[in-house]
């Protein structure tokens, strides 16, 4: 059987009120508060709280504070990865970020979602996993929903919510968003 950490890491319902889960948030806010209130700044001490909230994050990556997430552990961050101030990462499904990506200020990314039928709602939610292509830039305020693959090269602007694909080398704006330009590689 299933713990309920290996039921929301695959995409199954689970029960996000589970022991090890919530000492999993807990352990994630902590670092979150000496990265975001005792750091504030990156310097050597905030690279080292990263290294451990983001374990599958690369070295080289930039986050400017404040920043949120849920776990940390289900973030996966390639080269060069700029965060931009305000940012939130819900991760309980996979969130993966290519090489190059710019994130810009306030952006948003959900993986959790939660059936519609009210009294399900209750009792279980689950998790769709988001990727993002290398050499991305995902503009301000942008909201990323869940179950969301954002193609290599592509451009969203800022404010737009992205709640299907997007193609690869793509300029994609709006509410939702919908590819207005496709890209030079």
């Known amino acids: ?75 996966q961050l390639g080269e060069g990865v700029y965060f931009n101030v305000n940012c939130v990462v819900l991760d309980a499904a996979k969130v993966t970020i290519g090489n190059n990506v710019f994130i810009g200020p306030a952006v948003q990314m959900y993986t959790a979602t939660h059936p519609t039928n009210a009294l399900e709602r209750r009792t279980h939610q689950m998790a769709k996993p988001i990727t993002i292509g290398n050499d991305c830039w995902v503009g301000g305020n942008t909201v990323i929903c869940p179950g969301v693959t954002i193609g290599e090269g592509s451009t969203i602007g800022a404010g737009s919510v992205v709640t299907k694909d997007i193609p690869a080398n793509s300029l994609a704006v709006g509410n939702p968003a919908r590819v207005i330009k496709k890209l030079e590689k």
């Open 1 to 75: 059987m299933k713990t309920e950490k290996e039921k929301m890491c695959c995409g199954d319902y689970y029960f996000s009120n589970d022991k090890e889960l919530v000492m999993d948030r807990h352990k994630a806010k902590k670092l979150l508060h000496r990265f975001n209130v005792t750091e504030y700044l990156m310097n050597a001490n905030a690279r080292v709280i990263l290294r451990e909230l983001l374990p599958n994050a690369s070295k080289r990556i930039y986050i400017e504070p404040p920043f949120h997430c849920d776990y940390g552990y289900n973030i």
